[in-house]
């Protein structure tokens, strides 16, 4: 079979959205879609109570995204990381919200690529999975290729082992995280330059992707893409990615299957503490555009929260969508 690299398809990691139960849930749809944890600072997981390095062994490839800016805290979290059994570090150079730029990480630290570059030197020193960053394009009004460029000549005098670009700048004052998903023009060009200009780098290509064969069209000219919202809102798009990009056919389960095969992993997790209504939210999707997908939706919404809702409501749920209706 033909190597990929492991960045050629990702879902991007996105806080609050694929934490480990939105990960084991895709993982059912695809074996070799990269997974991203959500964004976790280096202050909670040197300093905080919770757990959070946790996840599931199924979980693999998983990338752990770091935030922070301080390269000894990143070289012990990435140690901590790799010990743990994470396959990949990444860190954020692109979220530019307020909360992040007080800690002085995230896109602000496009502005400092000596920083950057200390940093992901310090974790590459510390382990020996690969050590990637995400980034924008630019921010503020510093949005030329060659600001790109620096940040980028840092990261590759280091050796970082692959970048992800996020293909619009970042307004780092005037707009929230939301906007700046959507408000600043996407410029895939720009990455497409990149890769020329750095032929030997490992370039993924990250916004607005919402097809495969987008993602095909990207993958002409660059080593990965990586998707996001679309993903997380049409999940059942994985079930797609192994045949589709990766050359790997097999029967691919159909949308009641996944979901059934969820089943099990809920009654774990419920044994576990866990309220239903935190792992069924990132399920709501799996229908989009069939007959019953609404009161799949609803009906989750409306009984997941309850008090000892379990396995039953969603197969309950379930049932709101006729099965033999449709052909994936
Ligand atoms: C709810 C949400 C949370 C996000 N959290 C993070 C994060 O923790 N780290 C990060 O690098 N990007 C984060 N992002 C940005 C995404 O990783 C991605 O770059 C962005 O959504 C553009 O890709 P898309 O158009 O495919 O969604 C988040 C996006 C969303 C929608």
């Given amino acids: 079979m033909t190597h990929y690299p492991s960045a050629r398809f990702s879902v991007a990691p996105m806080l609050d959205w694929t934490d480990r139960h939105c990960r084991y849930f895709h993982r059912l749809m695809s074996r070799h879609a990269q997974l991203y944890t959500e964004m976790v600072t280096t202050g ?16 693999h490839p998983l990338v752990l995204q770091l935030g922070g800016s301080d390269p000894v805290a990143l070289a012990e979290c990435a140690i901590r990381a790799e010990r ?11 979220c530019p919200s307020d909360r992040v730029q007080n800690g002085m990480f995230g896109a602000c630290l496009m502005a400092e690529p000596k920083r950057v570059a200390d940093s992901v030197a310090a974790m590459k020193a510390a ?9 924008r394009i630019g ?11 620096t940040l980028v000549n840092s990261l590759v005098d280091v050796k970082v082992d692959a970048l992800i670009v996020h293909a619009r700048k970042a307004w780092l004052k005037g707009l929230s995280p939301k906007q700046n998903r959507d408000v600043p023009p996407l410029d895939y060009e720009r990455v497409y ?14 916004g607005g992707i919402k097809t495969l064969a987008e993602a ?103 049932a709101k969508v006729p099965e033999f209706c449709y052909i994936d």
Avoid at 44 to 59: C, M, P, V, W
Avoid at 258 to 265: A, D, I, T
Avoid at 291 to 299: E, F
Wanted: glycine share 10%; charged share 20%; proline share 4%.
């Fill in 139 to 149: 921010i503020d009004e510093q949005d030329s290729y060659g600001f790109l460029c």
């Fill in 216 to 318: 095909n069209t990207h993958l002409r000219q660059l080593d990965g893409v990586m998707l996001g919202r679309e993903v997380y809102q049409n999940p059942y798009i994985l079930a797609q990615v192994d045949g589709a990009l990766f050359d790997e056919h097999y029967q691919i389960p159909s949308r009641h299957e996944v979901v059934r095969q969820l089943l099990p992993y809920i009654e774990q997790q419920l044994s576990q503490d866990t309220y239903l209504g935190n792992i069924t939210r990132h399920t709501l999707g799996i229908f989009q555009g069939l007959p019953g997908a609404r009161a799949w939706r609803r009906y989750l919404s409306e009984n997941a929260h309850k008090k000892g809702a379990g396995p039953e409501v969603v197969e309950a749920a379930m």
């Fill in 127 to 135: 382990v020996n999975i690969p050590v990637t960053v995400k980034t």
């Fill in 44 to 59: 909670a997981i040197l300093y905080g109570k919770g757990d959070y390095l946790g996840f599931n062994e199924q979980e």
């Fill in 84 to 94: 743990q059994g994470y396959g990949e570090i990444n860190l954020n150079v692109g």
């Fill in 193 to 206: 330059q990149l890769k020329r200009d750095y032929p030997e780098l490992t370039i993924a290509i990250n």
